[in-house]
């Protein structure tokens, strides 16, 4: 990839479709093939549902400040259920998360497990 092409961050559903699809075209190779069984293995919304989450965590009110692509990405992933498990997705970015934005976030987080 050359320097001046994006990166962008992908869930895992988003990861698994694109490896399935060069799975089809040709044989994977050996790091591809175990990145397909991680995808698989660890994936727990659809593709579909992993956007959504995605777009709906990064246009919240309350947690607009906080919220940035890759917290969204890592809470679309491993879906916290509390307050407690939500917080260490915020440690890295050393952001204080108020009772509201986490009641926010985790509503939005519970529509998707249930």
């Given at each position: 990839m050359?320097?001046?092409?994006?990166?962008?961050?992908?869930?895992?559903?988003?990861?698994?479709?694109?490896?399935?699809?060069?799975?089809?075209?040709?044989?994977?190779?050996?790091?591809?093939?175990?990145?397909?069984e991680?995808?698989?293995?660890?994936?727990t919304?659809?593709?579909?549902?992993?956007?959504?989450?995605?777009?709906?965590?990064?246009?919240?009110e309350?947690?607009?400040?906080?919220?940035?692509?890759?917290?969204a990405?890592?809470?679309?992933?491993?879906?916290?259920?509390?307050?407690?498990?939500?917080?260490?997705?915020?440690a890295?970015?050393r952001?204080?998360?108020?009772?509201?934005a986490?009641?926010?976030?985790?509503?939005?987080?519970?529509?998707?497990?249930?």
């Open positions: 050359a320097d001046n092409e994006a990166f962008k961050l992908a869930t895992l559903p988003q990861v698994k479709s694109l490896l399935e699809e060069d799975e089809k075209r040709s044989e994977l190779s050996y790091e591809k093939k175990l990145a397909l991680h995808a698989k293995t660890f994936s919304l659809s593709k579909t549902n992993s956007e959504k989450i995605m777009k709906e965590l990064l246009s919240l309350k947690s607009k400040e906080k919220m940035n692509d890759s917290i990405l890592k809470i679309s992933e491993h879906l916290p259920r509390t307050p407690s498990e939500l917080r260490p997705f915020f890295k970015e952001i204080t998360l108020d009772k509201e986490a009641e926010e976030i985790l509503a939005v987080v519970k529509k998707y497990i249930e």
